[in-house]
């Protein structure tokens, strides 16, 4: 089981689940504790765990139903709690968001200013998606997303280029890392392929690089 103190997104493990939780709860009362585990996407025991933190904290009250079920609602209490988790993570979420656009947009910048023109990202998501809007403006035309393995064409109109072996094929040269997946392994692969020079790295993912010999 994961440690409950780990955060993810500014917000604990537990915190994270009890908002599932509670975003489960308010659409289907009558869930049972294997279907509430199966919706919030833990085991069984944690799912059972958080109910009964919850209802022990005031958040859920429990009521039989027929058929020997249970149906659990959402007290004042839990609503207000379930007010407070979600504004802590809209908080640190679009904190994050400005810290990734501040630190991609130096890396467009750097890169622009080193003359860099066959520019791929690396990654498909999220904060692939980041990367892309901070590149507005900087002087920097990105010629498409690398993601190995993927079987989709595009990623917000730029090319999806399967493997880093297509992407060198195609005459990509530098390549900024943004995937929040495995990237302490991506960034040493591109580094093989690219070499530390052609290899950009935003400081939040805080990967251990070898541009001048060092970590970053």
């Known amino acids: 089981m994961p440690d409950p103190k780990e955060t993810?997104?500014?917000?604990?493990?537990v915190d994270r689940a009890t908002l599932s939780l509670f975003a489960t709860l308010e659409v289907k009362q009558d869930v049972t504790q294997r279907g509430l585990a199966t919706r919030i996407g833990v085991a069984l025991g944690l799912a059972n765990g958080l109910l009964k933190r919850a209802v022990k904290k005031g958040?859920?009250?429990?009521?039989?139903?027929?058929?020997?079920?249970?149906?659990?609602?959402?007290t004042p209490k839990g609503f207000a709690e379930k007010s407070r988790l979600v504004s802590e993570y809209l908080s640190v979420s679009l904190g994050f968001f400005r810290q990734a656009r501040e630190e991609f947009a130096a890396i467009h910048?750097?890169?622009?200013?080193?003359?860099h023109f066959q520019v791929a990202l690396y990654g498909n998501g999220e904060l692939a998606e980041i990367a892309l809007i901070s590149a507005q403006g900087c002087g920097v035309e990105l010629k498409g997303a690398i993601q190995p393995g993927s079987?989709?064409?595009n990623f917000l109109n730029?090319?999806?280029?399967?493997?880093?072996?297509?992407?060198k094929g195609l005459g990509i040269e530098t390549v900024i890392l943004a995937s929040t997946v495995s990237p302490q392994?991506?960034?040493?692969?591109?580094?093989?392929?690219?070499g530390a020079?052609?290899?950009?790295?935003?400081?939040?993912l805080h990967v251990t690089?070898?541009?001048?010999?060092?970590?970053?």
């Open 197 to 204: 020079e052609h290899v950009f790295v935003a400081p939040l």
């Open 8 to 13: 993810v997104e500014g917000l604990t493990l």
């Open 109 to 115: 910048a750097e890169i622009a200013a080193r003359g």
């Open 185 to 194: 392994q991506d960034y040493d692969r591109l580094v093989e392929h690219f």
């Open 158 to 167: 730029l090319p999806v280029i399967g493997s880093i072996e297509g992407a």
């Open 59 to 74: 958040f859920v009250k429990v009521q039989q139903a027929p058929a020997k079920r249970y149906a659990y609602y959402i």
């Open 209 to 216: 690089t070898t541009r001048n010999g060092g970590a970053e």
């Open 151 to 153: 079987n989709v064409a």
